[in-house]
């Protein structure tokens, strides 16, 4: 168990420090965190005075990232938050909007850099959790809720406010949103212009729990060591599950379902986890990977 307590450690630091300059590339850090074989992930958006909005570019190396983490065997857990304290992310950067998002053509190559960024987050078969304080606006909001599971500070706000500006709902964001608070609170808070409290977003399930800034970073590393140290078979299939689950044309006799069924029944993890409890020790997983193909 120390060596899960000391990388639990080493992975508070890094949550409670802004990462290094030899990390960032357009505006987006990654750190890596190994324990044994299994590894977790910090991606950081790195544009605190701008509230870590994104420019074209900085979208794109997000949806990059994603994609290189996708197929990486050793991810367990991202986590993905904003430098600076004051904002998790402004969402798209205005200032370059005259000459990157104006017109049919550049504005169908930006909105799919956003699509991709989004879309690639929910593909991967790990969590991804959102680590939210300060402003998730805009974007911010929608990639926020592109993660599995968010934790917010006390003080986060949420909103898109995109009615003062004059852009459009892309499909992937829409759904992303109203997957988690419906379709009447999406356009209240886009009609509206308001920005919703943390309590607020706890109410709808915007966030799924709220603490105190100065435990924000603690609560976030709780869980993903939790998630790190859990099997690996029922954490991916947990997040393929719920996906299925939202097409009410999908039964038992899926066959994603009985891939997935028989891989844990027959499979290593389960005989580990039954022995854990029986002897009353902590399990220790080191098998169960879902096949390729069978990934969202």
């Excluded at 798209?92 to 799919?112: H, M, Q, V």
């Excluded at 379709?183 to 799924?208: P, R």
């Amino acid at each position: 168990m120390m060596r899960v307590i000391e990388a639990a450690k080493d992975l508070l630091a890094v949550l409670e420090a802004e990462p290094s300059a030899d990390t960032v590339k357009d505006m987006i850090a990654v750190q890596t965190l190994a324990l044994g074989n299994k590894t977790a992930v910090v991606v950081t958006l790195t544009r605190p005075a701008q509230h870590n909005a994104l420019t074209l570019a900085g979208w794109q190396r997000l949806g990059a990232v994603f994609t290189d983490l996708r197929d990486d065997p050793a991810v367990r857990v991202v986590i993905v938050r904003g430098a600076g304290g004051r904002a998790f992310g402004a969402g798209a950067d205005i200032s370059e909007f005259p000459a990157k998002r104006l017109g049919t053509t550049a504005a169908d190559r930006y909105n799919a850099a956003i699509a991709v960024a989004l879309q690639g987050i929910q593909s991967v078969p790990f969590p991804v959790i959102a680590m939210i304080a300060g402003l998730a606006v805009g974007g911010g909001c929608e990639l926020a809720t592109a993660c599995d599971i968010r934790l917010a500070s006390t003080g986060s706000r949420f909103g898109i406010p995109i009615g003062r500006l004059g852009v459009t709902l892309g499909l992937t964001e829409t759904r992303a949103v109203t997957g988690l608070i419906g379709a009447a609170n999406l356009k209240y808070l886009v009609y509206s212009g308001a920005l919703a409290t943390a309590d607020q977003a706890l109410a709808w399930g915007l966030v799924q729990k709220v603490v105190e800034a100065g435990e924000l970073s603690a609560e976030t590393a709780r869980l993903a060591w939790n998630i790190v140290e859990s099997s690996e078979v029922t954490v991916r299939a947990t997040k393929q599950v719920t996906a299925l689950a939202a097409d009410p044309t999908v039964t038992d006799g899926h066959e994603l379902i009985r891939e997935l069924h028989a891989q844990a029944y027959e499979g290593n993890d389960l005989r580990e986890g039954i022995d854990a409890f029986l002897t009353g020790r902590t399990p220790n997983f080191t098998d169960g990977r879902i096949p390729a193909h069978g990934r969202a």
